[in-house]
């Protein structure tokens, strides 16, 4: 089946534009997830949906950044007046629900291929 | 708070020899979850193997392995057998509460022929 995909695959945007970022996750995976990569680093967690609620949305840098989700599915981020520093690969993640209590077993994560981001 | 720590930013390995990378990791749950994650140039990450921390067997998948030691928290993973295929970027990944990962910096592997 398909996995999960990302759009644009590249985007470049001037200093103090509004970008969004696209996120399909795979069909049936209620839960979602944003990671920023910038160059040569580690993944950073942004956000997390289970459905279309965000209940760890600790990890966005600043004001400028925000997330939604609609119908359970695609996801968009935001990034409002982008500045430099926002240049990154986005990458999204999908997995079956998250089981209830927490500390059950997680279950895999499956990525998309990123959006690069390039703020000029 | 949870940290992830890659200490070897690039390896290299000749082909059809062995190789480990190394990982640690800090967490005050007993009970998490532990991932090596290969990142090829087209940036799409792969799950290679996963490891539960209640269990002391350590998890095999094919020519991966790893070396789990729970009490110096610590991660390695070894290829075997490595082929021209496994280059990429290598990252250990630490889930305690069935939500996101923690990522360690990476390790770039480069296999030479």
């Known amino acids: 089946g398909a996995g999960v995909s990302q759009s644009p695959s590249n985007k470049v945007t001037e200093k103090g534009k509004d970008v969004e970022l696209r996120c399909d996750p795979i069909s049936g995976h209620t839960a979602l997830y944003w990671y920023r990569q910038s160059l040569g680093q580690g993944l950073e967690f942004l956000i997390y949906f289970q459905g279309n609620s965000a209940p760890d949305k600790s990890g966005l840098p600043s004001d400028r950044f925000s997330a939604e989700r609609t119908g359970g599915s695609v996801s968009t981020l935001t990034i409002q007046r982008t500045q430099q520093e926002d240049s990154a690969v986005y990458l999204c993640?999908?997995?079956?629900?998250?089981?209830?209590?927490?500390?059950?077993?997680?279950?895999?994560?499956?990525f998309g291929p990123g959006t690069r981001l390039t703020v000029t | 708070a949870q940290t992830v720590t890659q200490s070897q930013p690039e390896m290299s390995v000749q082909e059809a020899e062995t190789v480990t990378l190394s990982c640690t990791y800090d967490?005050?749950?007993?009970?998490?979850?532990l991932f090596w994650y290969k990142q090829p140039p087209s940036r799409q990450m792969i799950l290679v193997i996963r490891?539960?921390?209640?269990?002391?067997q350590n998890a095999t998948e094919n020519r991966f392995s790893v070396n789990f030691q729970k009490a110096a928290k610590s991660f390695s993973l070894k290829i075997s057998d490595s082929q021209l295929g496994d280059a990429a970027m290598y990252f250990c990944?630490?889930?305690?509460?069935?939500?996101?990962?923690?990522f360690g910096g990476g390790t770039r592997l480069m296999v030479k022929p």
């Open positions: 993640a999908s997995s079956l629900p998250v089981p209830q209590p927490q500390g059950a077993h997680p279950d895999e994560q499956y």
């Open positions: 967490t005050s749950e007993s009970d998490y979850y």
């Open positions: 990944a630490l889930n305690n509460a069935g939500n996101m990962l923690t």
């Open positions: 490891q539960e921390a209640y269990k002391q």
